[in-house]
């Protein structure tokens, strides 16, 4: 499925956070949501980017939910939130049903397929921002100038 575009209703669905609890999408309006992809708990690159959506808590809090989305189970989800001490929720997106419907999920340069690092700010129910191509490194600061 292609990336969602901004002015598309964003898939409301259901996941597991990183504690066992459900999230639902459509029970947090009250302000944006930004739901960033990434490919796998504990690699360099998804660490770098966890760390800096951490480190910007403080300046998320009243503007935005913040959300790590990839298709790691629960326990690496736990493990990885633990290790760097991660102060928002990671859903776990296993066999990336959500991935897909946004369209986060594709062919790899390195061959087969997987999680495309991309990022959506939802308002109101609808896409508002979408950052494809996303670099690690300076992502946070990069959402939070369009909140």
């Known amino acids: 499925m292609p990336v969602l575009k901004e002015g598309q ?3 409301d669905f259901v996941l597991k956070n990183d504690r066992g609890e ?3 999408l459509s029970t947090l309006m009250d302000k944006p949501i930004v739901l960033f992809f990434y490919p796998k708990d504990d690699t360099p690159g998804c660490t770098i ?3 800096e959506f951490r ?3 403080s300046d998320f809090l009243s503007r935005a939910h913040v ?4 298709p790691d189970d629960m326990a690496s989800h736990e493990a990885f939130r633990e290790k760097y001490a991660l102060n928002f929720p990671l859903l776990s997106d296993h066999g990336h049903r959500v991935a897909e419907q946004y369209g986060a999920w594709g062919p790899k340069k390195s061959g087969g397929e997987g999680i495309l690092r991309t990022t ?3 308002r109101d129910g609808k896409i508002s921002r979408v950052f494809t191509d996303v670099k690690p490194q300076g992502h946070a ?5 369009v909140l």
Do not use: Y
């Open 22 to 24: 459900d999230v639902k």
């Open 55 to 57: 480190d910007a808590r």
């Open 9 to 11: 209703q964003a898939p």
């Open 120 to 122: 959506f700010v939802v």
């Open 67 to 70: 959300f790590g989305i990839s």
């Open 141 to 145: 600061a990069e959402v939070l100038q």
């Open 49 to 51: 980017e966890c760390k």
